[in-house]
């Protein structure tokens, strides 16, 4: 298999060099052609191409063809649709066509290469009715968003399972009328009817739209991504939960969780959850946020006992109040800006099935007790990321003691761990390595 | 015979622990001892006036050292080439020595002498003493690649024999067996430039902070050496204000312009560590900079495309946003962000900053808020930055932006809360912000979070006298972080739900002992392998890399993998494609870089860029997965090394294949460039046809994790 790959690409490469030394690259490749045809006649005709005649290329089976193409990057099939008939035939092939990654981007605002526009076009008019997964990768300009958005609205014929809108640097869907991309989206809505996978993150969809989702989807409907999409309301997104009883998957920020958006997801028509992720994200300094019940909490773990809360938090200090209160079944925690001790503290008590937890920033006194008490609490901790927080040694190899081995994951930065009486940060790697039972150190940082 | 010896200044610009001078001198009847630059391109160039000066007046300590040895420094006007056919002729030179560069354009233009100079009948004589090690030899102790994180870099070097010992300086007594006369016109002919000579203006310039040349860097060893100041260094190693602010013991921009011998610093600090401790072998922590240095060395030394994201084996190709407004703002200190602002104030002021600090604005530039690319920060840190050495600036900048060298990414600094932990006077920032002089410290960091009230009673009403934040900080870490994470996800092909994941090779790199069995397994002699590993290999990789991509395609030719595997270490590079002459030559000194690369992406013909090779890889990586529980995360380990190791396995090849493949560079972009087919699915493996033996593996190998 291998083999055949390597011959056939590099037969392309030879076929490449003629039309390089061919002033006239329109007579090469027939020529090529030809000779994969003719094979028995002409052998010596061309002794490069001899060691591919012997095989009968051609007849090769369609798919077993297809099979060798869906290992090639689309650049080489399309080389080696050239070489004859079958093979062209063979490159039309729907089953290649599945997926598809539209990326779609200004020289202006990316450093990386743009789909070309005669291949978008192509697949259009050729194999939008095969496309089943589809994303589009958009850089930071405007005008990759609504090209985006333009290839979407072209999307009648065809029945996508998944769709993802991709940001790869700032959002700039946002940046797209509202109504522009509302429209091409429903599109998609409408004429796909089973969708199954949804990744809109930061975009301007509005509850609207999530209704046509809903009204055309509904069945299908598993993963939905749609963080930072601030056009949405809390019932907006509580309609997909009532409606869409299949999803397993959700992503949202904060503020548009509720208690009855829980309850929904917990209904006995409801499969089980597997995977919410809130961003908790402060818009303005000081911002106050609701709360939510414990018992919608308990109702989601009862209904949905393995499923997986993953926060993101990115707040002021100050903002922490109604968080961490009542237990929290938690079980991936992410602080992305300063949170303070007390905070950590309440992280110990209230978060039984803490897995990951990562910190990024503390204030200037050590978080000793904090790690002991979520050691002591968290039994299923097993990975743990401090970036600017202080640690003494003593506590971080206490810690270590504590959780032992379920520990995989350990990534401290070497100026976290405070040297005390008992450990200095040259010994502190093997105290922890002996009780990880396996080799560890500090993440260090380059002194530049 | 007659040995009329040239000696070529070029780093190095000392006379102590100098072997090339050394062996100029050895037997010889004359020396003359030349710095050459090019004042045309100085202007030109992309160095500022601080490092110029910096140079300068290295150079000018230099000549007076010799002066005071009855000799003097030549500094010839023009381009290497150009120039030392000239010379060799007039002075009649039978040997030309000078120091080792390791950098690939210095080797590439030391090798262009060389050459010249065999035609002249010149004898040449170069030796090693910019850097602690032989490079080649580690990389020769890794398998013939050069380690890429520094704990592997480390166990490396502690295998390694102790650096060779400094030289003494020369002597008097040296220099008097080979006098040379020097011309009456010396001065006119030969003098250093003056700033404005080479097209500065320097009206108003405050004084250096930083006095370049050898006896100063001397001096300051002293000082750095002082008993207290040393001691405390070590045992409290905690950043505070002091730290930020330019330090008289402060030794990096000399050891880039080599006005100090890292050797002699070495050594001096190995024994004054064991005079203190009374321990026989000091810990390599000790040497930290000095180590750290040394590994991005070692790390570019063979890559020319080492300073660029495209084309660099070891570089992780991240969607950066163009967004030359945000740069600007950035490197002239206009963010809004005091802690920022303040960092690059200095940096422009003065040439050097913290290495801290220089963490907290290249996270901020990079991964952290703007999502600018590192090759413009690393831009900026070679025009104003004095110890921006060519392989350390890049290597580090890469460190920081994530790009290469496997660490963290989770964690971005933050441009308020960092600066307060670091100074919480707010100190610092009044010093270099003057304008927020009068803040309360609360503010001092925030300003534009103080009441309006409290910005008139500063007199610098926020969004008036200073600028607005460029950015909401929060909501920029936010998406940033997603979008590391999309971009590691792939590459590691990890479909959990880490937030902790870092680069694929954390793990493995500390894990096994580094016994030579373990190095064999996964080094490049390891036997041929089966196609179900490469590709996994394949599907392990980045629909967002093209060089992954490249490998992925490439490890499925066997021809083109044995080629990889045969490349000989110290074969010397031959793409020069990218290093061209001119604006390197400027001066030996600075030209260690090329110029900017004209925007490689966006070339007519590169308009598309490759994808992933299968349809397995994940797209909507991030989150959540229907195939993890809970559980799985315990299991992460195991599988992440394996696939770690691919992704390494053929990040290696890569980097191999890379310098095999030059000559056909243009060929294969336009290969990969339409690598079109879609990263489509993952998430979702239940729908898709499971058509594909790939996608068959997959779920399997995950199974199998959580069955560990």
């Known amino acids: 298999m291998l083999n055949l790959t390597s011959l056939f690409l590099r037969m392309k490469r030879m076929k490449g060099g003629e039309e390089g030394g061919d002033s006239s690259p329109g007579n090469s490749s027939p020529e090529v052609c030809k000779k994969v045809r003719t094979q028995n006649t002409e052998d010596s005709e061309a002794g490069v191409a001899s060691e591919f005649l012997d095989s009968d290329w051609a007849r090769l089976p369609q798919e077993l063809l297809l099979h060798i193409f869906q290992y090639l990057p689309l650049l080489d ?112 809505f409408v004429n796909s009817k089973s969708l199954s996978s949804l990744k809109i993150d930061d975009t301007p969809v509005d ?25 949405v ?129 503390n204030g200037l006194r050590p978080l000793d007790e904090e790690l002991i008490r979520i050691a002591k609490h968290c039994n299923q901790l097993s990975a743990i990321g401090l970036g600017e927080c202080e640690v003494s040694c003593s506590a971080f190899v206490e810690f270590v003691k504590m959780c032992g081995r379920r520990l995989s994951q350990l990534s401290i930065m070497e100026e976290v761990l405070i040297p005390d009486h008992k450990y200095s940060l040259d010994e502190i790697h093997w105290e922890v390595s002996k009780h990880l039972g396996r080799v560890w150190f500090p993440d260090m940082m380059p002194t530049w | 015979m007659v040995v009329n010896s040239v000696h070529w200044f070029r780093k190095g610009l000392r006379l102590h622990d100098n072997p090339a001078l050394q062996e100029a001198l050895n037997g010889a009847d004359t020396v003359r001892c030349v710095y050459i630059l090019d004042p045309w391109f100085a202007g030109a160039a992309n160095v500022g006036i601080n490092r110029w000066r910096f140079l300068l007046e290295a150079l000018e300590d230099l000549d007076n050292s010799l002066k005071k040895l009855n000799s003097r420094l030549f500094v010839v006007r023009g381009q290497p080439t150009d120039v030392f056919p000239r010379l060799l002729k007039e002075w009649k030179v039978t040997r030309l020595t000078f120091e080792y560069d390791p950098e690939p354009y210095g080797k590439e233009r030391d090798g262009a002498i060389m050459k010249m100079a065999q035609e002249f009948g010149v004898e040449t004589i170069v030796r090693n003493s910019h850097t602690l090690y032989n490079l080649d030899r580690i990389i020769e102790m890794n398998n013939n690649s050069p380690p890429l994180t520094f704990k592997r870099f480390q166990t490396i070097v502690s295998r390694l024999e102790l650096p060779r010992r400094p030289l003494p300086p020369i002597t008097q007594q040296q220099m008097d067996k080979c006098r040379t006369k020097m011309a009456d016109n010396h001065d006119q002919l030969y003098s250093i430039p003056s700033l404005e000579e080479l097209g500065f203006r320097t009206e108003g310039l405050p004084p250096a902070i930083w006095q370049g040349g050898e006896s100063e860097a001397l001096d300051r060893l002293n000082k750095h050496l002082d008993k207290k100041v040393w001691v405390a260094n070590l045992e409290h190693p905690r950043v505070n204000t002091c730290s930020l602010y330019a330090s008289p013991t402060g030794l990096s921009p000399y050891l880039r312009f080599g006005c100090l011998s890292c050797r002699v610093l070495y050594y001096n600090l190995r024994e004054l560590y064991m005079k203190l401790r009374k321990r026989c072998s000091p810990p390599l922590s000790l040497f930290g900079q000095l180590l750290w240095r040394e590994f991005f060395y070692t790390a570019a030394t063979n890559n020319p495309n080492f300073d660029r994201m495209d084309g660099n084996p070891i570089c992780v190709q991240i969607p950066w946003d163009q967004n030359p407004e945000a740069l600007a703002k950035w490197a002239e200190g206009r963010t809004g962000f005091p802690w920022i602002d303040a960092i690059m104030t200095q940096l422009r002021q003065e040439g050097w900053i913290h290495h801290l600090a220089r963490h907290a604005v290249a996270c901020f530039l990079t991964r952290g808020d703007l999502w600018v690319s590192w090759e413009s920060g690393m831009r900026v840190f070679e025009e104003l930055l004095l110890d921006a050495d060519w392989s350390v600036n890049a290597g580090s900048w890469m460190w920081l932006s994530c790009s290469a060298f496997f660490q963290q990414f989770f964690h971005c600094y933050c441009p308020v809360g960092f600066g307060r932990r ?39 009403v926020v969004g008036v006298n200073y600028p607005k934040p460029m950015i909401n900080h929060a909501e920029g870490s936010r998406l940033n972080i997603e979008r590391m994470k999309q971009v590691y996800q792939q590459l590691s092909h990890y479909r959990g739900l880490s937030l902790l994941a870092s680069v694929p090779t954390i793990q493995e790199e500390a894990e096994p002992p580094m016994t030579d069995e373990s190095q064999t397994s996964s080094g490049p002699d390891s036997p041929p392998r089966g196609p179900a590993d490469s590709e996994a290999a394949g599907c392990s990789t980045a629909p967002d890399s093209s060089t992954v991509c490249a490998s992925s395609t490439y490890a499925l030719h066997p021809d083109l993998k044995d080629k990889g595997d045969n490349y000989p270490s110290k074969k010397p590079y031959t793409s020069s494609g990218s290093l061209t002459q001119s604006s390197a030559a400027i001066t030996s000194t600075f030209a260690s870089h090329p110029p900017a690369p004209l925007s490689p992406a966006q070339s007519p013909l590169s308009r598309s860029k490759p994808s992933s090779p299968s349809s397995s890889c994940p797209t909507f990586a991030e989150s959540p997965s229907p195939t993890t529980a809970p559980t799985q995360t315990s299991s992460l380990g195991q599988r992440r090394k394996g696939l770690a190791h691919k992704v390494r396995r053929s990040q290696r090849q890569r980097g191999r294949q890379s310098w095999t493949l030059a000559p056909r560079e243009g060929g294969r972009k336009s290969e990969e460039e339409e690598r079109e087919e879609a990263g489509g699915e993952e998430r979702m493996e239940e729908d898709v046809e499971q058509d594909e033996e790939r996608m068959e593996e997959e779920p399997s190998e995950e199974t199998a994790g959580q069955q560990q």
């Not at chain 1, 200004?106 to 994303?135: C, E, F, G, M, W």
């Open chain 1, 77 to 188: 099939r399309a080389y080696a649709s050239q070489v004859c008939r079958g093979w062209n035939q063979a490159f039309h092939m729907p089953e290649l066509w599945r997926c598809f990654e539209f990326e779609l981007n200004q020289p202006a605002s990316s450093y990386l290469k743009a789909t070309h526009p005669d291949l978008i076009k192509q697949i259009i008019k050729r194999h939008s009715n095969h496309l089943q997964y589809v994303s589009f990768k958009v850089d930071s300009s405007t005008e990759s968003a609504e090209a985006a958005c333009d290839i979407l609205s072209q999307l009648v014929n065809c029945s996508l399972k998944t769709l993802g809108l991709i940001s790869t640097a700032r959002p700039s869907f946002m940046e797209v009328p509202k109504s522009h991309f509302i429209s091409a989206l429903t599109v998609v």
């Open chain 1, 233 to 361: 309301s809390p019932a907006g997104i509580l309609c997909v939960a009532d409606q869409c009883h299949g999803l397993r998957e959700l992503a949202l920020n904060y503020h548009l969780l509720s208690d009855e958006l829980l309850l929904a997801l917990s209904s006995e028509k409801h499969v089980h959850l597997e995977h919410l992720r809130i961003d908790v994200v402060s818009e303005n300094p000081g911002q106050h946020f609701h709360t939510i019940k414990k018992s919608s909490w308990d109702a989601m773990v009862r209904h949905s006992p393995k499923f997986n809360l993953v926060m993101y938090f990115f707040l002021y200090e100050d903002e922490f109040g109604p968080f961490f209160n009542d237990e929290i079944p938690v079980t991936h925690l992410y602080f992305g800006r300063s949170v303070s001790k007390e905070v950590l503290g309440r992280v110990g008590l209230h978060c039984p099935r803490l897995v990951e937890l990562v910190v990024c920033a």
């Open chain 1, 207 to 231: 509850d609207p739209s999530l209704k046509v989702l809903v009204a055309n989807n509904s069945d299908t409907l598993k993963l939905l991504k749609m963080s930072s999409c601030p056009h």
């Open chain 2, 422 to 460: 670091t100074d919480p006077s707010g100190d610092y920032i009044r010093r270099y912000i003057p304008i927020l002089k009068d803040y309360p410290n609360r503010y001092i960091y925030e300003p534009w979070n103080a009441p309006e009230s409290v910005q008139k009673a500063a007199n610098c």
